[in-house]
């Protein structure tokens, strides 16, 4: 079974903090995606990475930045966060297009 | 422009009933991938089925099926004889193969409440 981790279920942050949100996948997938999802607006792609050391811009990449030093690990930074950070944020894994996208449980954050 | 369109913002039904989740979407892309993924209230989004634009067969998998027509641009999921624990959100997702790197372009999702 494919397995894709994220380092907290729930996380407070206070405003201008900067913040790790690491995800691991076990699975020695090709691409990564990082995504948040509002209520009333559903999932956004903020960044997407197809091998180690390479990033995409998704739709909303403002605020935002990733890291890909492992092929395993894909982390989002927030560099000052802002309560319009709040959210669910989701990481997700894929073999490879066309393939299904495999997702985490997903991290709630507060941004105080 | 990609887009797809879950109308159904939320249905409720008694446990037992059938029930149709609708997905309309919109591509220019002659291929491409449809997919349907559950959000249970957990959070984690669950994949329940891939399929590509040249394959119109419809797909059954135990109590779930799929309707793909594509000349009307719908892949729609019923689910027979719900059960309490089909409540959840479900979005209908497209993937354009050679534009965008075939990102997923997800609906805004249908919450289903089914009701003991």
């Known amino acids: 079974d494919v397995k894709v981790t994220q380092s907290s279920r729930y996380l407070v942050k206070r405003t201008g903090e900067k913040v790790f949100l690491e995800c691991v996948q076990d699975?020695?997938?090709?691409?990564m995606f990082w995504y948040r999802q509002d209520p009333g607006l559903g999932l956004r792609l903020i960044y997407f990475?197809?091998?180690?050391?390479?990033?995409e811009k998704g739709d909303i990449p403002e605020g935002y930045s990733v890291s890909r030093e492992k092929k395993e690990r894909f982390s989002l930074i927030l560099e000052s966060a802002s309560t319009n950070q709040t959210s669910m944020y989701l990481c997700?894994?894929?073999?490879?297009?066309?393939?299904?996208?495999?997702f985490g449980p997903g991290t709630r954050l507060t941004v105080t | 422009a990609q887009k797809v369109t879950q109308a159904q913002t939320e249905i409720s039904v008694v446990e037992k009933e059938d029930v149709t989740l609708d997905c309309v979407y919109e591509?220019?892309?002659?291929?491409?991938?449809l997919f349907w993924y559950k959000q249970p209230p957990s959070g984690e989004l669950v994949f329940l089925i891939r399929?590509?634009?040249?394959?119109?067969q419809n797909e059954i998998s135990g109590r779930y099926s799929w309707n793909f027509q594509k000349s009307t641009s719908s892949f729609n999921f019923t689910i027979t004889a719900s059960q309490v624990v089909d409540s959840a959100v479900y979005f209908c997702?497209?993937?354009?193969?050679?534009?965008?790197?075939?990102?997923?372009?997800f609906g805004q999702g249908t919450e289903l409440s089914v009701k003991p």
């Open positions: 997700a894994s894929r073999q490879g297009i066309p393939y299904e996208q495999y």
């Open positions: 990475s197809y091998d180690v050391k390479m990033k």
């Open positions: 699975m020695d997938h090709e691409n």
């Open positions: 591509t220019r892309d002659t291929t491409y991938y």
């Open positions: 997702a497209l993937s354009p193969i050679y534009n965008q790197g075939g990102k997923l372009i």
């Open positions: 399929r590509n634009s040249f394959d119109e």
